[in-house]
C-alpha cells in the first residue's frame, strides 16, 4: 500500500509541531482524505475512519472552547485514543494543555497551520491524491512542448535522449529521462515525474550524464508533467505500414487511463525534436476542436461532390 511520511507533510506545508516528544519517524498517511472531527467531538464515531488526517477549524474550536473542562478532557482521550495519523489546527489557532495531555498519551502528533481551513484542506487531498496515486516507472524521456507533456519512448539507443535534448535547447522543458514515474490521480489524468535520484540528469552515450538545470537554467526543467500524448521511436521498417493521415487516434494504456499514441519511424536526416514539437502542437489543435487531417478529408470530399456535379 502506497503511503506518505508524516514528517513529509510537515515539511512540506511548513506545520508547527505542537507535541515534540512524539517520535513522527514511524508516522505514515495511507489514505488522501481527511475529517473534521465535530461529531465525534460529542461522542458519535459510527463509521469514524481513523486512517485519516483529523482537521480542526474555526467552528470545532469555537465549539471546544464552550465546553466544560472535564467534558473537553473526556472528548479529547476517546477522539485521540482512536490514533489516527495527526490533528491540525487551522487558522494559526493554538491547541490547549488538555488536547496536548491526550496526544502525548495516545501518540498522536499536533500541528498548526496558519492556512484558512478550506483552502488548507483542500491543497493536501490534492497533494495526497498525488503522492498517494498509484505509481509505475517506465523507460522513457518526459518532456513538457508548448505545454503538452509528450512521452518519448522507445528502445534503448535509440535516440530519446537526444531528442529530448534538442528539445531543450529549442526552449521546452525536461522533466524527466531514462526512468519515468507515472501516477494516476484520477480517471483523466496521469502525471509523470522523476525518481529523486535522476533528476534534472540526461545520459548521452559517448558523452556521459549531464545536468540539464546547471547547463540550461531552472526555466529548463519541470517538477511534474501531465501526460498528454506518447511517442514511440521504432527503427524505420519498409514492411511496415505508418499512419500518414491521422483520421483515427491510436492509444497506449497507462494504469487503466488511454493516451494518445504515435509510432514514428527513425530513419537517418530525420530531425526529431521538429517531429515531436509538431505532434505536441498539432494534439493541442485537437484539443481545441481543430482536426487539419478531418479538414483534408473534408475538402476532398466538397471536391469530388462538386466534380459530380459538374458532369
Not at 461522542?43 to 474550536?61: N, P, T
Not at 525518481?195 to 531552472?218: A, C, N, Q, S
Request: glycine share 8%.
Amino acid at each position: 500500500m502506497a503511503s506518505v511520511k508524516l514528517s513529509k507533510l510537515i515539511d512540506m506545508y511548513g506545520l508547527k509541531n505542537c507535541t515534540p516528544d512524539i517520535d513522527i519517524r514511524g508516522k505514515k498517511i495511507t489514505i488522501p482524505d481527511i475529517n473534521r472531527p465535530a461529531l465525534q467531538l460529542v461522542g458519535f464515531f459510527d463509521h469514524f475512519d481513523a486512517e485519516r488526517i483529523q482537521v480542526i477549524g474555526y467552528v470545532e474550536y469555537s465549539y471546544i472552547q464552550k465546553m466544560e473542562v472535564e467534558e473537553r478532557e473526556k472528548a479529547y482521550d476517546e477522539l485521540m485514543s482512536k490514533q489516527f495519523p495527526c490533528i491540525i489546527f487551522c487558522r494559526g489557532m493554538e491547541p490547549d494543555e488538555q488536547i496536548i495531555e491526550a496526544a502525548n498519551k495516545y501518540g498522536v502528533p499536533v500541528l498548526v497551520t496558519e492556512k484558512a481551513t478550506s483552502a488548507f484542506t483542500a491543497e493536501i487531498v490534492r497533494w495526497l491524491n498525488v503522492e498517494l496515486a498509484p505509481c509505475i516507472s517506465i523507460h522513457g524521456v518526459l518532456v513538457d512542448v508548448y505545454g503538452e507533456g509528450v512521452l518519448i519512448m522507445g528502445e534503448s539507443g535509440i535516440g530519446k535522449s537526444e531528442a529530448a535534448l534538442e528539445l531543450i535547447k529549442r526552449g521546452h522543458r525536461l522533466v524527466t529521462d531514462d526512468v519515468v514515474e507515472i501516477r494516476r490521480v484520477s480517471d483523466e489524468t496521469l502525471i509523470g515525474t522523476a525518481p529523486d535520484i535522476t533528476r534534472h540528469f540526461i545520459e548521452l552515450r559517448g558523452i556521459g550524464i549531464i545536468d540539464v538545470k546547471t547547463l540550461f537554467g531552472v526555466e529548463s526543467v519541470k517538477e511534474t508533467q501531465g501526460i498528454d500524448m506518447v511517442i514511440k521511436l521504432e527503427e524505420w521498417n519498409k514492411d511496415n505500414e505508418y499512419d500518414r493521415l491521422g483520421l483515427e487516434e491510436n492509444y497506449t494504456e497507462f494504469l487503466g487511463n488511454k493516451v494518445v499514441c504515435h509510432s514514428i519511424p527513425i530513419r537517418p536526416g530525420r530531425n526529431l525534436a521538429i517531429i515531436v514539437e509538431s505532434a505536441a502542437v498539432n494534439h493541442r489543435q485537437k484539443k481545441m476542436g481543430y482536426n487539419a487531417a478531418q479538414e483534408l478529408y473534408n475538402r476532398v470530399q466538397r471536391n469530388l461532390m462538386k466534380n459530380e456535379d459538374d458532369d
